[in-house]
């Protein structure tokens, strides 16, 4: 049986300062965290757990950067400039409101359940049309 990977890329819409600030520092953990991880060899990079590294974000998206920096593609990078954060298919909900659809996805670790995942309005005209609800 064949396997199918389905990539999407939505667009934020009605994105406030506070959830454009976090979804920054996001990002650049997730970046500093992937170039550190980069200096390990290989071999041990494949050992780790979100339990043996330090970082603000939820072990949902450390688990998938250390996925990624072992992956194929990870293997051919010497450094990332810049990496957004992944959500695999597990860790993520999608809600209709209205015409737009609202994403929740864990985010950077918190003190209050609130901060822990973020809901952000998406514009996804191709999302409609690839799932069948």
């Not at 250390?66 to 293997?75: D, F, L, M, P, Q």
């Not at 400039?81 to 659809?101: A, C, M």
Request: net charge positive; with cysteine.
């Amino acid at each position: 049986m064949s396997k199918v990977t389905v990539t999407l890329k939505l667009k934020f819409i009605d994105l406030n300062l506070a959830k454009a600030a976090m979804f920054d520092e996001m990002t650049d953990e997730n970046t500093r965290l992937a170039n550190w991880l980069l200096t390990i060899p290989l071999t041990s990079r494949r050992k780790l757990t979100t339990a043996k590294i330090e970082t603000s974000l939820m072990s949902a998206l450390a688990n998938q950067t250390i996925r990624h920096t072992t992956s194929g593609v990870g293997k051919k990078v010497k450094q990332y400039k810049s990496l957004p954060p992944e959500i695999n298919k597990q860790n993520w909900t999608i809600h209709k409101v209205g015409e737009t659809y609202s994403l929740s996805f864990p985010t950077i670790k918190g003190t209050c359940t609130s901060s822990r995942r973020s809901s952000i309005k998406t514009l996804a005209t191709y999302f409609r049309q690839a799932v069948s609800w």
